[in-house]
């Protein structure tokens, strides 16, 4: 097991890495595992403890808090019970402890881990809480990832405490990002799956971070960031940058004829000059498809026909991007059916939160001919234009 790990003198990592956990709120694929980080603030009048771990793992925060006779404070930065599981176990331990967090993680707190009334302190945005000689301020921020979170800041040392936000689903021995290619590729695939829905509060959220200064991000999954331009050039890069010419395809194929219609379609948009991601849905980590979203133009969804709608994994697919909320400005879908098809109709239903233009869809009887061909084509056309006509690079 792990020992608590210095980040600066008097604040300490005292989390736990989960190496075991394949799946998150039991959907989203972990394939690196990841890490429940809590910190240790220590000013010369009181403790403060930011976040804590996960349930599961709560023996490990308490090990590392063995030898701290006092804690006077919990921030709970975030509800959810990944980060504050363990609040119960803290208080039944510091029984004087407070633990702070705003009004809307009070009532939250009340209802998902039963923690009574007079235990909290709410704080406002802006507000100050002071340890001595450390300072933390507390940012209001909603929706990275529920409506009550907030990040911590600790202004002497200039460390930020976003919990979720900048986080990674990434078990590592490595306290900071060493390995920054590995690093992006786990925050990208978090930033798609945990926070792309909430993508105009981060736009607000970066901006006003702007004005703070920065040595150390500290969030509570993953490594921390001790090179912060890093991790929010990322940020501004997903949030703020025009999506790429790139088109997104999850598909499914049962006898063989969309298999032929979307090889045949890649092989169109390719010749166009147009990059094309491509998610045979029987084998596919959605994670990699919810990345992929992140900055593609156009999403075209392949599906063949069962009984009159689209295939069920086709239909979770478009559930999923629809909840997530991606940028994509374009969509369509192709396929085919034997005898009778309402798939079009059901998928466009689906996607009510995308902002999109649909272009016309492509759907062949049986397997495609000539004119289905030609129509892909036309397709592949009309896309290539569009990115093309928006500067989509
Ligand atoms: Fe890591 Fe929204 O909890």
């Not at 992929?292 to 969804?301: F, G, N, Q, R, S």
């Not at 995308?354 to 129509?375: H, M, Y």
């Amino acid at each position: 097991m792990m020992k608590a790990r210095q980040i600066k003198r008097g604040v300490h990592w005292v989390g736990a890495v989960d190496w075991d956990r394949r799946l998150f709120d039991a959907l989203i694929p972990l394939p690196d595992g990841t890490s429940y980080n809590a910190y240790l603030v220590q000013g010369n009048q009181k403790v403060a403890l930011i976040d804590t771990v996960d349930p599961t793992m709560a023996d490990v925060l308490m090990n590392h808090l063995k030898d701290t006779p006092t804690v006077d404070y919990v921030i709970a930065n975030h509800a959810e019970q990944d980060h504050s599981g363990s609040i119960p176990m803290v208080l039944e331990r510091y029984p004087h402890v407070r633990v702070i967090t705003t009004a809307k993680g009070k009532e939250m707190l009340m209802a998902l881990l039963s923690v009574p009334d007079d235990k909290f302190l709410t704080v406002a945005d802006g507000e100050t809480l002071s340890l001595g000689d450390r300072t933390l301020e507390f940012i209001h921020a909603p929706w990275v990832h529920w409506p009550e979170t907030m990040l911590t800041y600790l202004r002497e040392d200039s460390i930020l405490f976003p919990c979720d936000l900048f986080g990674s689903h990434l078990a590592t021995t490595d306290l900071c990002v060493v390995d920054e290619g590995q690093a992006y590729e786990a925050a990208k695939r978090y930033y798609a799956e945990i926070m792309m829905p909430f993508h105009p509060s981060i736009e607000k959220h970066l901006k006003r971070l702007e004005g703070y200064e920065m040595d150390v991000i500290a969030p509570s999954h993953g490594p921390l960031h001790d090179r912060p331009p890093f991790i929010l050039e990322a940020y501004r890069s997903w949030v703020f940058d025009q999506p790429k010419n790139t088109v997104v395809l999850p598909y499914i194929s049962m006898h063989g004829s969309t298999q032929k219609m979307v090889e045949y379609f890649v092989g169109s948009l390719v010749d166009k000059g147009v990059t094309v991601k491509q998610f045979n849905l029987v084998a596919t980590d959605i994670g990699k498809l919810a990345m992929a979203l992140v900055d593609a133009a156009t999403m075209v969804i392949g599906t063949p026909t069962v009984l009159v709608g689209p295939h069920p994994n086709v239909s979770h697919a478009a559930f999923l991007a629809n909840a997530l909320r991606p940028r994509i400005q374009f969509v369509s879908i192709i396929g085919s059916y034997g005898w009778g098809s309402k798939a079009v109709e059901q998928l466009k239903g689906m996607i009510p939160n995308l902002r999109v233009e649909l272009l016309e869809p492509v759907i062949s009887r049986g397997f495609p001919g000539e004119e289905d061909l030609r129509a892909l084509d036309d397709l592949a056309n009309t896309i290539a234009d569009k990115h093309r006509e928006h500067g989509f690079r």
